[in-house]
């Protein structure tokens, strides 16, 4: 008789409710000594395990687009995201690892050609909030910063977090002792200032006073070698995009900004000085120098036609030496200006 009654395969719709009761299960009772528990915990592995394999595919088969779809739907339609986010911690660490990499293979599925994750997370920003002072957990922090990452894939998702006051945790998330949650939130950090650009420049325009502030403390001051590096590579990328023209237009008009650059160029670090004359050569090339800025350049004129002579890379960079070419010439014409 059994025969006549085999289980129905389940659909992924199926392992998502299913996963979704085990994890609001767990989230229940955390610390009853539920005699059952470690099978739900081995069925809740096993079904976080499936929703990857249905998402990514295996070694035999590729994902198929509606096991996906299904998948997805299911998922956004209750707060399977906020219960995962909530008990990631009570897993084991292949759990997490595979829950991390189901949350961002969702954030790229479409269910007839719309970004669901988006609509969803634009009602729930603050699971952003959450994700980002996983960053004060060490253990979780490099699950929490590859979801979120993610997530700001979405403008949404983006503009509420750079608008948030989480945005200024980021200069001390990238200074904590443990290099790999730092380097992890110096990549977040990126994204956030690179992915968007409207959004971005639209940020720093409105934030510019306590943003550079900081940015120029606290990173491109830090005492952390790998710190200043990536500081003054982004602050390059940031500066020389053209959505973010009248940032640097402000940011190379001021005689502090070009004291940090021209201490970053004497550094005795190839990488940091070749970084730093990508940023230095903005306050030479701006055409409406204000007076304070041309009087350093003349004053310091004779060490810096030296430091940037001496400036060569490891390879040949015909644009680099371009470039510099033109920065000496025009530091080696600069006359001082009149102060207003």
């Known amino acids: 008789m059994k025969s006549l009654f085999k289980n129905k395969p389940r659909t992924p719709a199926d392992i998502v409710r299913h996963t979704r009761d085990l994890l609001r299960s767990l989230e229940r009772a955390p610390d009853v000594r539920d005699p059952k528990r470690d099978d739900k915990m081995s069925e809740l592995f096993k079904n976080i395990r499936e929703l990857k394999s249905i998402l990514y595919g295996d070694s035999e088969s590729e994902p198929v687009a509606e096991a996906c779809a299904q998948l997805t739907q299911e998922f956004f339609n209750e707060d399977t995201l906020r219960v995962l986010i909530k008990c990631l911690p009570k897993l084991n660490l292949e759990a997490r690892k595979d829950a991390t990499q189901v949350v961002a293979n969702l954030q790229r599925q479409q269910v007839q050609s719309k970004l669901i994750a988006s609509d969803y997370l634009e009602k729930n920003l603050d699971l952003m909030d ?29 503009r509420y977090v750079l608008d948030s006051p989480n945005m200024k945790k980021f200069f001390d998330y990238i200074q904590l002792p443990n290099f790999d949650v730092a380097a992890d939130a110096a990549a977040t950090f990126k994204e956030l200032l690179t992915r968007h650009k409207s959004t971005v420049a639209e940020f720093l325009n409105k934030n510019y006073g306590w943003f550079f502030a900081e940015y120029n403390s606290k990173l491109l001051e830090s005492s952390n070698y790998i710190t200043r590096r990536q500081a003054v590579k982004l602050l390059g990328d940031m500066l020389l995009d053209r959505s973010n023209s009248v940032v640097m237009t402000r940011y190379v008009s001021s005689r502090d900004n070009l004291r940090i650059l021209m201490n970053l160029l004497r550094e005795s670090s190839k990488s940091i000085q070749t970084e730093a004359f990508h940023v230095f050569k903005l306050f030479v090339a701006n055409q409406k120098k204000p007076a304070d800025i041309v009087g350093i350049l003349v004053t310091n004129r004779s060490k810096l036609l030296r430091l940037l002579g001496d400036l060569k890379l490891d390879k040949e960079d015909e644009q680099f030496e371009a470039d510099k070419a033109q920065v000496m010439k025009e530091i080696a014409a600069l006359e001082p200006k009149d102060r207003p």
Request: aromatic share 6%.
């Open 130 to 158: 959450s994700l980002i002072s996983g960053y004060e957990n060490t253990d979780m922090a490099l699950h929490y910063g590859a979801m979120l990452r993610e997530c700001i894939r979405h403008q949404v998702v983006a």
